[in-house]
């Protein structure tokens, strides 16, 4: 069965250094996400991708944060500087537009822990 | 703003009793409605959806939900638990405006005594 990939599951920094994130969607999805949850609440939406296009990131902290996905296929998070409250798990997920579910298909995440 | 509650953080049960997660919304306009689960260690996954027709909809493993659109809610059961149901669930609320954002509850942490 097809998954979302996500890398590193588990990422350790300290405050200040630049982290980052990479996703690779199902083949074919064109719509992909990532997601914040922090401990003990739900998955925030910080952008959409459709294709290479951002389509949503008003949720995202732009002077710290950025999302890139420049062939419309795998997509990268970087965080430069990190600070403690970015301590969260960064989740990906993807969906092909054509599917009129709308399930979003979700990777296994990763854990950023900012010392 | 739009936002979707689930007021029971932490629900313990031993197995076979019957469970009942609360999810209310706030968006007057349509919506389409899911629940996710996670179970420890493993990704988020689809339970069940709602997007339009009969208001009781089953998912996978034994769980339905009940869509009141007069409540604004989409409660999740099950008749009966198993131990393997111990997870989280959340809720999630798809708004139907040019948007299309899925918006999470906060989720519902549930252990299944044995």
């Known amino acids: 069965e097809a998954e979302v990939a996500q890398s590193p599951r588990y990422k350790i920094t300290e405050k200040s250094q630049a982290v980052a994130f990479w996703c690779d969607p199902i083949?074919?999805?064109?719509?992909l996400y990532w997601y914040r949850q922090i401990l003990g609440q739900g998955p925030e939406l910080l952008v959409q991708f459709q294709d290479e296009s951002v389509v949503d990131d008003s949720q995202l902290p732009k002077d710290r944060f950025s999302a890139e996905r420049l062939k419309g296929v795998d997509s990268t998070l970087k965080i430069q500087p990190a600070e403690l409250g970015d301590s969260a798990m960064y989740l990906c997920?993807?969906?092909?537009?054509?599917?009129?579910?709308?399930?979003?298909?979700f990777g296994e995440g990763s854990r950023l822990t900012v010392l | 703003a739009q936002s979707v509650s689930q007021h029971n953080h932490h629900v313990i049960l031993s197995e076979a009793a019957s469970l009942e997660l609360g999810c209310n919304y706030s968006y007057g306009g349509t919506v389409n409605l899911f629940w996710y689960v996670q179970y420890p260690g493993q990704h988020l996954q689809l339970l069940l959806k709602y997007f339009s027709g009969d208001p009781l909809v089953k998912g996978i493993k034994g769980f339905e939900a009940e869509f009141i659109k007069s409540k604004f809610s989409f409660n999740l059961r099950k008749p009966s638990v198993q131990w393997s149901d111990t997870a989280e669930y959340f809720c999630?609320?798809?708004?139907?405006?040019?948007?299309?954002?899925?918006?999470f509850g906060s989720g519902t942490r549930l252990l299944v005594r044995p």
């Open positions: 999630a609320v798809r708004l139907m405006d040019s948007s299309y954002k899925l918006i």
């Open positions: 997920a993807s969906r092909d537009r054509r599917d009129s579910t709308g399930e979003l298909f």
């Open positions: 083949s074919g999805h064109a719509t």
